[in-house]
């Protein structure tokens, strides 16, 4: 079913990563990494385009796929999926690189990058909200706080046991299905279904939810507000291009607004026509951005 071959990676993180990687070491290289509840497969009409002229790594990252699925809420904290990704651009020679990111994916990208700009050179963002704006959004704006309840949802460890079988195809058909813009191929289900389906899989990948120090209210707005959400936050200092399919129904547009506040260099592309898997829903509009942006920063037709 998946034309791509994996590299199984072991990193000194303590994890094995499945990784697809594509084109020559010689070209700048460009690191993608997907989300929830995805793989690589997030970027399939991205990997063989950009591999084209890019060093191409992808990786189905921890808890994810068939990569190592650590036991524990503590192993999914972010600052985990950061040391795999660096740990990841060691071991292939990596030094500097473009850092490509969607839904969780995305926030982990942008926390590499404003942890270490010495080796994030440029950023494109996908569908993913800045912590500092997400978090603000979550206790300011209704609708933002309406449309993230899931999130509560998924932080609840009793839904786990009945996350297999017909559960799975149920989560399918809600949870998933209705993010999406258009339909899913039998195909492409079959894959979700077979990599959902391992021992452990769902709880794995629902723990980076718990994980996260994000504070997600009620839908009433119930919560004490984090003091650091209104004190100086650094800014992010590479060159970010963000594209945003705007009928993303669980990262509402209003993601955008003050952006361009923390990300001095900032390029937003918006798809209207995309929704939150804007990746593979609108692979010409995405992959037209990135080839747009990249050529005019690494200086490439």
């Given at each position: 079913m998946d034309r791509f071959p994996l590299t199984r990676v072991a990193l000194p993180t303590g994890v094995e990563l499945d990784v697809v990687i594509a084109?020559?070491?010689?070209?700048?290289?460009?690191?993608?990494?997907?989300?929830?509840?995805?793989?690589?497969?997030?970027?399939?009409?991205?990997?063989?385009?950009?591999?084209r002229d890019h060093y191409v790594v992808v990786p189905d990252q921890r808890g994810f796929a068939n990569s190592s699925r650590p036991e524990g809420v503590a192993n999914y904290t972010p600052d985990k999926p950061v040391g795999d990704?660096?740990?990841?651009?060691?071991?292939?020679?990596?030094?500097?690189?473009?850092?490509?990111g969607h839904d969780w994916g995305g926030a982990i990208a942008w926390m590499a990058a404003l942890q270490n700009p010495g080796r994030i050179k440029r950023l494109i963002i996908v569908n993913a909200p800045h912590p500092l704006v997400f978090?603000?959004?979550?206790?300011?704006?209704?609708?933002?706080?309406?449309?993230?309840?899931?999130?509560?949802?998924?932080?609840?460890?009793?839904?786990?046991?009945?996350?297999?079988?017909?559960?799975?195809?149920?989560?399918?058909?809600?949870?998933?299905?209705?993010?999406?813009?258009?339909?899913?191929?039998?195909?492409?289900?079959?894959?979700?279904?077979?990599?959902?389906?391992?021992?452990?899989?769902?709880?794995?990948?629902?723990?980076?939810?718990?994980?996260?120090?994000i504070v997600v209210?009620?839908?009433?707005?119930?919560?004490?507000?984090?003091?650091?959400?209104?004190?100086?936050?650094?800014?992010?200092?590479q060159p970010t291009l963000v594209i945003w399919g705007m009928r993303d129904k669980a990262l509402l547009p209003v993601q955008l607004e003050g952006l361009d506040k923390l990300v001095p260099d900032l390029t937003i592309v918006k798809i209207e026509d995309g929704g939150h898997f804007v990746p593979w829903e609108k692979p010409e509009a995405v992959n037209a951005a990135m080839r747009a942006w990249l050529a005019a920063r690494e200086g490439t037709a």
């Open positions: 084109g020559s070491p010689a070209n700048p290289p460009l690191v993608f990494l997907h989300g929830f509840p995805e793989s690589h497969r997030t970027w399939r009409f991205q990997i063989e385009e950009f591999a990704l660096l740990a990841l651009a060691d071991h292939l020679g990596i030094g500097d690189f473009t850092l490509v978090q603000k959004t979550l206790l300011d704006d209704p609708e933002q706080r309406k449309s993230s309840q899931y999130i509560r949802r998924f932080r609840d460890t009793t839904i786990d046991q009945g996350l297999v079988g017909a559960g799975l195809e149920r989560f399918f058909a809600s949870n998933f299905t209705q993010h999406l813009v258009g339909a899913v191929a039998g195909e492409e289900k079959a894959i979700y279904m077979e990599q959902w389906g391992h021992p452990g899989a769902m709880t794995s990948m629902l723990n980076w939810y718990r994980a996260s120090t209210p009620d839908a009433e707005g119930h919560v004490e507000r984090p003091a650091w959400i209104d004190a100086p936050f650094p800014p992010v200092t």
